[in-house]
């Protein structure tokens, strides 16, 4: 407990290194970019890497780069000491990743560390081992020209570090698409991942940047990614890949940015390029990018966080507005931007959506706000004569919904419906999800959730990420009526989906599923499970753009009327609009002329 009357003293070393280890390690993946980044400063070519239990009990990076001489060795592990930098103005123009000489002094503090090294001119290499922040005796040993360093038990003397880890599934991903995403900025460089005995990912390092946006995002997404290239007064570069407008995550989490070869968060290039996307994503939806800016070292201040993922720049504005140009351009040249009249259907024309059909809709698929009934209620206009309509029904009113006869669909998204006041137009993609939502809420109540076997079982293979956030979910989707296995590294078998879902894409279905996964990393609790449920119906509803029979249509109404929440989605956006009489007749100037 805090006493007010306690001396100041200085920390005990351990407890100062302690600390400072903390800000530089705290948890496996951070240790391992720290590793990564000496590996990449000694000039290596190949690196590999290996953990076990998610970097807990090891973690060991092997490079061919240059070496650290025996003399050395000890240097490099205590605090403060680098070969990078020599005068603090060195710090105005840094050319590698590090510079503090504090990362292998901070995993050797709370770690058992073993640096094995040979510089090219030795005869042989030599040993270091840290427990602790101990070192011990440098020995003579054999090896091969690079650096090995084997990091065990990590945390080991810092219980209370541990206990903030999270599973294993997060903290293996966290390494996987650090490793990743260094290998898309070094495409030059040979990276292997093995965890245990399994080949995690490997890259060919012969510069190939797309092959290994494929393992980073899965062959089709990586397809879908816009390059961009663009230089500015030959000192700003910019490269790299966004995605495009119907591509988006609902989070910023697959934003990443490169300076000059090192990984950063910088809130302001992340606003650049929303501002690139300005418009033309919907509101919630972020995209993904893996973009490598290249400055002069002297125009970046890499000097001003812990693990030092931000960064200052001298000229802000100038570099803002370069990525935002720089982005813009790329999507401009590949995006057709949807023409917006007011005289005219607001919507994009159907067959677009019909093209976005061919390929998994990763984004909602439905845009809000096309349809504004307060500033033109004018453009809601039922696309078939309300003549060719069906007889009015004699169904009875039910569940919160009133008795809705249909009249269309329009623009291949929307139902038009006349209830007793006035007109609905009903978002079917929103209104199916709900339909969806409570059935197979129903269907998990009574414990039996209909499953159907395919005739042929589909197998389906995802990048390792993606294989781990599976393999987390698949007790769930196994009791909802999938039947999926594992079937080999990174690879599953799909042989049943859910009744409900028929004449779905097995394959698409699943990675589709497998995106909304990687954002939940909660346990599965009840109401994590209706979550869940609530993003499979979502990815399997109908979506906007899909033309339906005239049968399909009237089943969704009477489907949506007899749920129980027909008003929304399971995510809690509307699933109908209503224009009333009373609205239509101001509108035409009627109310009062009477
Ligand atoms: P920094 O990278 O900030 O200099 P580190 O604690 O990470 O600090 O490393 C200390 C020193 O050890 C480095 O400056 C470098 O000289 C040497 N070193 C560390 N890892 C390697 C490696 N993989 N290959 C060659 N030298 C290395
Ligand atoms: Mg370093």
């Known amino acids: ?121 030795a005869q042989t290499g030599a040993r270091l081992k840290v427990e602790g922040g101990i070192s011990g005796k440098v020995e003579q040993v054999g090896a091969p ?14 219980p209370a570090r541990l206990k903030f880890l999270k599973t294993d599934t997060t903290e293996k991903r966290a390494i996987d698409s650090l490793i990743t995403r260094y290998a898309l900025a070094y495409p030059q460089t040979r990276f292997k991942l093995m965890d245990g005995k399994q080949i995690a990912l490997q890259t ?3 510069g190939d940047r797309r092959a290994i946006l494929a393992a980073l995002y899965g062959v089709e997404t990586a397809k879908q990614m816009l390059e961009v290239m663009a230089s500015e ?11 495009p407008t119907s591509l988006t995550r609902s989070n910023r989490r697959e934003i990443t940015f490169f300076i000059n070869g090192r990984w950063v968060q910088e809130i302001s290039l992340n606003s650049a390029l929303l501002q690139a996307y300005h418009t033309l994503l919907m509101v919630g939806r972020y995209p993904l990018s893996v973009l490598f800016l290249e400055i002069p070292a002297e125009e970046v201040d890499v000097n001003v966080h812990p693990t030092k993922a931000e960064v200052r720049f001298k000229r802000q504005d100038q570099i803002f507005s370069f990525v935002q140009r720089s982005v813009k351009k ?32 990763w984004s909602i698929a439905h845009d809000e706000g096309l349809l504004s009934v307060e500033s033109d ?9 309300v003549a060719e309509a069906p007889a009015p029904n004699q169904r009875s009113f039910s569940g919160g919904v009133p008795l809705l006869r249909l009249i269309g669909q329009i623009g291949a998204t929307y139902l038009v419906a006349e209830g007793p006041d006035g007109l609905y137009l009903i978002d079917q993609h929103a209104a199916h999800e709900r339909v969806l939502f409570e059935k197979l809420m129903a269907q998990r109540e009574n414990k039996s959730i209909p499953s159907q076997s395919l005739l042929a079982p589909e197998v389906v293979t995802l990048p390792p990420h993606s294989a781990q956030a599976l393999l987390a979910q698949l007790e769930f989707l196994n009791r909802f009526g999938f039947e999926v296995e594992e ?75 007899a749920c129980q929440a027909p ?26 002329s009477r």
């Open 1 to 121: 407990m805090y006493n007010p009357h306690m001396p100041i003293r200085l920390l005990a070393s351990d407890v100062s290194s302690q600390i400072a280890a903390g800000e530089v390690v705290e948890r496996p993946a951070s240790a391992v970019k720290e590793l990564l980044e000496n590996a990449l400063d000694a000039g290596a070519k190949n690196i590999s890497i290996s953990i076990l239990d998610a970097g807990r009990t090891l973690i060991e990076v092997a490079d061919d780069g240059h070496g650290i001489p025996a003399s050395e060795l000890e240097l490099a592990a205590a605090r403060h000491a680098t070969s990078k930098l020599v005068q603090s103005e060195d710090l105005f123009h840094i050319q590698t990743l590090g510079f503090r000489g504090e990362a292998l002094a901070s995993i050797g503090s709370v770690s058992r560390m073993t640096l094995t090294s040979r510089v090219e001119s």
């Open 145 to 158: 020209v690079g650096t090995t360093v084997r990091v065990e038990n990590l945390f080991y003397n810092v």
């Open 204 to 206: 060919a390092g012969d």
């Open 233 to 243: 007064d030959s000192a700003l570069h910019l490269s790299g890949f966004v995605s």
């Open 330 to 361: 790329a999507l401009l040249a590949y995006t057709p931007v949807p023409t917006v009249s007011p005289q005219l259907w607001r919507a994009r024309p159907p067959i677009e959506f019909t093209k976005r059909e061919v390929g998994i809709d």
């Open 377 to 385: 209620p004018l453009i809601v206009a039922p696309s078939e004569p």
């Open 487 to 561: 079937f080999g590294v990174n690879t599953f078998q799909v042989r049943a989906l859910p009744t409900l879902f028929n004449g779905a894409d097995p394959a698409t279905a699943l990675r589709a599923l497998v995106e909304d996964f990687e954002e939940d990393e909660s346990p599965l609790a009840a109401e994590v499970e209706a979550k869940l449920a609530a993003r499979v119906c979502k990815r399997m509803a109908v979506k906007g753009g899909q033309t339906l029979t005239k049968e399909e249509q009237s089943a969704l109404l009477l489907d949506l009327e």
């Open 567 to 592: 008003r929304t989605c399971p995510h809690g956006r509307p699933t109908m609009i209503h224009l009333s009489v009373d609205a239509l007749e101001k509108q035409f100037g009627r109310k009062g």
